[in-house]
């Protein structure tokens, strides 16, 4: 055997390898599917692209961009792209693949793909972030479209940036196609209730979880690590029925209050650069402490990786909610199961942003638009329907919520595979 790896083998803590984990562990649950199951493990098509742009001194800068098309069996292509310095094929062949099974478990007739360039967004003019934006849809346009990839925000990507994707997309096609990508603004064919559609999704699905344990949401301890689209709106929802948040981590840091954080201030300070650790209604505290703060419930919603197996250890969370994309690493998984942590995974518990995404999708084809409460009926019917139906899966084989997601939209994505048969 070579050294070398194959681009499809992980490195070791990769989000990759995470995700291969998570597909072994379901794998005796799948009867005769297990078959097909080797499909789970391989994206259908990885597509790499230099993206090239004058930067505002003149100087020409190269950056790294990546589509990767995981699954297709049950629809197009779908999900976000993601502008972060440390993004990789490899993190990008992980997202793309918890889309194929976040699609299928709320039952979308979508598959999963997932999108990147590795870039510091933070380090860019608006008018670079416009040129490296253009340029990478323009690169990608050969793979994605309507019809067979859809776009969406991801981390440090927006309704602007989505604004962007589909004029450039639509300039090159000849004609405007808004369906190419969702979480548009709301005048260029969004939806609404698309921005808070994922902070929802986690609200919605902990609210469930809560109640099943017995948890009662008025005083719940909230620790929300992350605090952008996803962590803020789930934090301002349990505020609403009626649980404090203690503590809140950002880029810039850590700050807690046993007695709630104040989110009408807490908010708006984390939009502006001194972030959440401008606020002055709470302590600043190390990074690595915000583990051990006392809670209830803990909101993972910033990247992969972070709940390491001695972070398991620490918390004093019993239910853990990932707004975030593989939070959880699968040795850390097993310890909070152990210790009768409950885990939402997050291929349910933050489809709600894709669901909505899917909903602007339909509305674009239809050129028909539908009110704020349509939208969140539908959403958290969508999302209940698909959880009642997990946890009947976990207790009746007595796994984990998260092999219970992989056991229900495997099967559907395997059963669509099988169908349609192989090619030629
Ligand atoms: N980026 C979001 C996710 O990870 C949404 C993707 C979409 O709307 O297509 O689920």
Redesign the pocket.
Known sequence: MSEKLSFVHPTANSPWGTYLQQVDRVIPYLGDLARWAETLKRPKRALIVDVPIEMDDGRIAHFEGYRVQHNMSRGPG?????FHPDVTLEEVMA?SA??TV?TAAVNLP?GGA?GGIRVDPKKLSQKELEKITRRYTSEIGIIIGPHTD??????NTNGQIMAWMMDTYSMNVGGTATGVV??KPLHLGGSLG?VKA?GRGVFVTGREAARRLGLDLRGARIAVQGFGNVGSVAAELFVEAGAKVVAVQDHTGTIVNADGLDLSKLIPMSRTPAGAVGYEGGDKIPNEQFWDVPCDILIPAALEGQITAERARRTSARLVLEGA?GPTVPEADDILAERGVLVVP?VIC??G??????FEWVQDFSSFFWDEDEINVRLDRIMMNALHQIWDTADRHKITLRTATYAVACERILMARQERGLYP
């Open positions: 779908k999900g976000g792209v993601r997202l918890w889309m976040k979508y997932k859809i776009p969406a925000p991801d981390v969702t979480g698309r994922t994309n997050d933050n489809a942003g894709v669901t909505v995404s899917y």
